[in-house]
């Protein structure tokens, strides 16, 4: 329960973190204040790439997996309650089982819409994907969160051994908080 808690905050904080805006060729980090350039009402506030690699072993077989996340312009603007624009995020979920590939899947949060009030589906952003090691098995955790808050909800992906993906909500999440 700590764990998860302890993972969530680590989540939240890493996407309320991330810089937005313009990507720097030279090396140099976007300030988190960063934005696009132009009007006001044309600047949409981007979270920064992030890529995670891990490796778990389960029912005798290594798996590796790598997350990468990243805004997504092909997917719709979120406008907050402040008329604010943010990017959403797209997430791709790659994992090898004994080096061979075994999942590769793109996560919007329209692949989550089922499982979210329909107050996340509008203004809420996928914020985070890590892998929960509170369990066995191949199951990770996303995040969809309203931009630069705390207001979150927490769900979760399940890979079965076949590699099919499942999405739930994670209600157990939602009642310890």
């Known amino acids: 329960m700590r764990l998860f808690r302890t993972l969530t905050i680590i989540a939240i904080t890493a996407a309320g973190s991330l810089s937005c805006g313009n990507n720097k060729s030279d090396g140099q980090a976007a300030s988190q204040d ?11 506030i981007r979270m920064t790439a992030v890529r995670q690699n891990g490796t778990i072993s389960f029912n005798g077989h290594s798996y590796t997996y790598t997350i990468t996340g990243e805004p997504c ?8 309650d402040d008329g604010s624009r943010y990017a959403d995020n797209l997430f791709t979920l790659t994992i090898r089982c004994d080096d061979a590939p075994f999942v590769a899947r793109s ?8 499982h979210l009030t ?15 090691d509170r369990q066995d098995g191949l199951r990770f955790r996303a995040l969809v969160s309203f931009p630069e808050s705390d207001v979150h909800m927490p769900l979760i992906i399940n890979i079965s051994k076949e590699g099919q ?13």
């Not at 960063?34 to 949409?44: F, H, L, M, R, T």
């Open 34 to 44: 960063s934005v696009q350039q132009g009007n006001p009402a044309d600047e949409i």
């Open 107 to 114: 996560i919007t949060k329209a692949d989550l819409a089922k």
């Open 165 to 177: 993906v499942s999405f739930e909500r994670d209600i157990q999440a939602e009642q310890d908080e």
């Open 73 to 80: 312009d092909s997917l719709p603007i979120i406008i907050d």
């Open 118 to 132: 329909p107050e996340f589906q509008q203004k809420g952003t996928l914020d985070g994907l890590i892998y929960d």
